[in-house]
């Protein structure tokens, strides 16, 4: 066995072997694999092997069909067959949500350049005879969907790698994973000891006990899951043809031909995790015992829908277990505070997923970034709140939801209150509806009391719509008030604080005393941040951002600070605060410091330390509502007092509560983008128009990438428009068209409640980008006209904000 290695990974599972395969195709050779038992020895080698494209993430989606169009190339370059039935497939809805999920994906599948088509009930009993099409309503139609032989995938991942010079062992258990000094590990096996420069945790059903091995915990849970194979069935052998595969959303299955019969497998509602405490390092090719009376209720659904099925005597049920992640997708890419660890795990569909996973790892381990944006499988979207437990919980919640619709108005009720702030009681008396981010809860917006908080979930405008209007009202009209813990609060101290930032940052660095908005880009130039650079003192800054976010940053910010003088902090716990807005927060304000807040007093973009409500605070005169408006930032433990002297001071000047969503449909009517809706990695500056904040004059990362692509001038754009509907609003990824053709695809949107009018952001052709343009969005299947705006429908020149 070879003592160094560039990457040693652990885990011959189907997504080991294709970030092995990856990495060598790629032209890192000198790669090595190590597998305990057997290659397929966790999850991978009773699957059932089903291929899909359809997941609630678009570019989650767009990497499923990579992986299922990759397998004719594994096989072609391994020479072992992956067993691939390109049947096509259908994803069935039996009621009116799941056939509006359906013409939502299909609009998706418009711009990610998927084939998927709605195919009519008689063509699905054409083409799947057993079927009874009188159980459904709809049928969406996707060609590459299938069957692969589980077994034969992973080896011919494996096989192909060695091919582009990559090795593996298998029967190699690692045994310990130690870091050296320098941050590479050595990886201890009882046959040898490798040194490699990175490890990839794929340890799949074990990854938990692989994270542990260098003090990682990781918030995955393997849970039981069934499916069953029937003997053969007359119609079946009756057919030339092998019958296409498919998911009956309602019933939380999945089905396809399988030998002459057929396989049936289900979510169960009552989800069973396996092995809570650890999984045994004993476990290998073993199957767990069926509990057929956790899957009696589906089992019957799913003979109604395909009556055949009911007669025809069983040959086999599998019960497996395999690892999910908290919020059901895969958990990849660097640890955050961790050098040269890398994770690709909880991936729960490695047939459908292994290849977009090992594609994306492996440009970013030798790229330094994936070629799209991952933020949907990035490990980093969790952090230390997410203990084992909380990953036991969430992973059950989402094995027993994997068909199941959720709304965009919807929040999953399981593994709340993770984080709350000493204000949750308070502002659930007063009707918080709550939603969560990172692991902390924050307002959505606010019912009339305890009672009055809830609502429907839905695609359309919930009874949120009214209330959110009377909060929008005082805030342009009065004034309102909004927690801000959930912001991300990073800390950089030192004498190398302003020269780190200048280099992290394309925008300028603000003197001690002022703020500015600043893009972090990659070294591809795209984007990788819009934060809030404040400068305290000469060598203190504290930077803005998103919450959600805290860790990718966090993460970005320690891999850049080698040579700088600076000490860094993600203080995001360590800063609670509340935003106040509207014509009378000046007024507010003024009554609870003694600081001149007047407009020459603090001027927009002002920052300072000083007291608020009698404790000590930061003071910033920022404003995303588009209103006059302030940040006051404080210590957790001031946070009750700031907000009820806010509340008292406030009371005859209209105050009001508001929430998150209040905060997104203020920003709509300003032409304001989002952090990881309107920008994100997948988009640059100068089409997200954030070059407009760019520091031409000074070195920066990214720097090369937007000057080149600033001469060549973008291809596509981040417009704003106004669409014409009366109940709905777009949410996002709904397709953009012209003249019929889908030109891009919506980012954000919702209603602007003070011009009373929907409005949408998105990404069209730079032709299509000027005021005016006539264009269509497409949501829930139905077109609606769209018109693009270039200046903000609110205030328009921002008097209001600075005034
Ligand atoms: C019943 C069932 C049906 C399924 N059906 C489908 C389906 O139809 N379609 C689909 O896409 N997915 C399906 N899946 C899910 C799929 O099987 C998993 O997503 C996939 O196998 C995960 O692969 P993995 O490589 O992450 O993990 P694993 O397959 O668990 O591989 C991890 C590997 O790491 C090795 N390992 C662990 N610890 C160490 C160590 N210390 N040293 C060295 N090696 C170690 C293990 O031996 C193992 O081989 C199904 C799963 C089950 C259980």
């Not at 997104?664 to 304001?672: H, P, V």
Request: with cysteine; net charge negative.
């Amino acid at each position: 066995m070879e003592a160094h290695a560039k990457v040693v990974i652990i885990g011959g599972g189907v997504v080991g072997c294709s970030v092995l395969f990856h990495l060598a195709k790629f032209g890192w050779k000198d790669c090595v694999l190590l597998e305990r038992n057997e290659l397929t020895s966790g999850s991978s080698w009773h699957a059932a092997g089903q291929i899909h494209t359809i997941s609630s993430d678009p570019n989650i989606s767009r990497l499923q069909g990579y992986t299922i169009k990759l397998y004719k190339e594994i096989e072609e370059v391994s020479g072992h067959s992956v067993g691939m039935h390109n049947t096509g497939g259908f994803y069935l809805a039996s009621n009116k949500d799941w056939y509006d999920y359906l013409k939502r994906e299909r609009s998706k599948a418009r711009y990610m350049g998927l084939d998927q088509e709605f195919i009519s009930l008689e063509e699905v009993a054409r083409l799947h005879p057993l079927i009874d099409p009188k159980r459904y309503i709809a049928a969406l139609w996707d060609p590459l969907d299938g069957d692969i032989d589980p077994s034969g995938v992973t080896y011919a991942y494996a096989k192909a790698a060695r091919v582009h010079g990559a090795s593996f062992y298998t029967h190699t258990p690692v045994i310990e994973t130690n870091q050296r000094a320098d941050g590479s590990w050595d990886v201890v096996t009882e046959k040898a000891t490798i040194n490699a420069e990175h490890i990839v945790n794929a340890g799949g059903l074990w990854a938990r006990e692989v994270g542990l091995l260098s003090g990682l915990n990781l918030p995955v849970q393997p849970m039981e899951h069934h499916y069953l194979i029937t003997e053969t069935i007359p119609e079946i052998e009756a057919r030339e043809e092998r019958l296409p595969a498919g998911i009956d959303y309602e019933g939380n299955m999945y089905f396809r031909q399988e030998g002459k019969g057929m396989l049936l497998g289900t979510y169960e509602p009552v989800a069973t995790p396996w092995s809570v405490g650890g999984t045994p390092q004993s476990f290998g090719h073993e199957l767990l015992e069926p509990q057929l009376e956790h899957i009696a209720e589906r089992l019957e659904l799913g003979f109604r829908r395909i009556p055949a099925l009911e007669k025809a005597g069983i040959k086999d049920i599998i019960n497996g277990p395999f690892t999910f992640g908290p919020d059901g997708n895969p958990m990849i890419g660097p640890v955050p505070g961790m050098r040269n660890y890398w994770t690709a795990v909880g991936v729960m569909a490695g047939f459908c997923q292994a290849g977009g996973v090992g594609m994306c790892l492996a440009e970013w381990m030798i790229d330094g970034e994936p070629s799209i944006d991952v933020w949907a499988m990035d490990i980093a979207r969790f952090g230390d709140y997410a203990s084992p437990h909380y990953g036991t919980v969430k992973s059950t919640e989402n094995y027993e939801r994997r068909f199941m619709l959720t709304f965009p108005n919807e929040t999953l009720p399981v593994g709340r209150c993770q984080r709350t702030t000493s204000l949750y009681d308070r502002l659930s008396a007063r009707g918080a509806v709550w939603g969560d981010a990172f692991g902390l809860e924050n307002v959505l917006w606010f019912a009339d009391g305890p009672e009055d908080a809830h609502e429907e979930p839905t695609f359309r405008r919930s009874r949120a719509h009214d209330y959110i209007a009377r909060e929008v009202k005082a805030v342009r009209e009065k004034v309102g008030i909004i927690e801000i813990a959930n912001f991300a609060k990073h800390r950089f101290q030192g004498p190398g604080a302003r020269a780190f930032l200048d280099r992290v940052m394309a925008g300028r660095i603000p003197e001690p005393g002022r703020i500015m908005i600043n893009p972090m880009l990659t070294p591809r130039g795209r984007l990788y941040g819009d934060l809030t650079v404040a400068c305290l003192d000469q060598d203190d800054f504290l930077v803005l951002g998103s919450g959600s976010v805290q860790d990718m940053h966090r993460r970005w910010f320690e891999q850049h600070l080698e040579g700088h003088d600076v000490c860094y902090n993600n203080e995001s716990s360590q800063w609670h605060g509340i935003a106040v807005s509207g014509p009378n927060s000046r007024e507010l304000l003024s009554r609870i410091t003694r600081d001149d807040v007047s407009t020459q007093g603090l001027k927009f973009r002002d920052i300072r330390r000083t007291f608020v409500a009698g404790v000590p605070a930061i003071l910033a005169r920022l404003s995303f509502s588009g209103e006059l408006g302030y940040e006051i930032y404080v210590a957790p433990e001031y946070q009750l007092k700031l907000y009820e002297s806010m509340v008292e001071a406030g009371e005859d000047l209209g105050l009001k509560l508001y929430g998150a969503r209040t905060l997104m449909s203020l920003r709509l009517e300003k032409n304001w983008g989002a952090w990881m809706l309107d920008f994100r990695p997948d988009f640059t500056p100068a089409e997200s128009g954030l070059d407009s904040f760019i520091n031409w004059d000074k070195e920066f990362i990214g720097k090369q990438a937007a000057i080149e692509e600033r001469a060549r001038g973008p291809q596509k754009r981040l417009v704003s428009m106004t669409v014409d509907t009366r109940d709905i609003d777009v949410s996002n990824d709904e397709a953009i068209l012209k003249d019929g053709e889908c030109v891009g695809f919506v980012t954000s949107g919702g209603y602007a409640h003070t011009i009373g009018c929907s409005m949408a952001l998105g990404y069209v052709p730079t032709g299509l980008a000027k005021a005016d343009t006539s264009l269509e969005v497409e949501i829930n299947g139905e077109m609606y006209a769209a018109r693009v705006v270039d200046k903000p429908l609110y205030d328009p020149r921002g008097e209001k904000m600075r005034g």
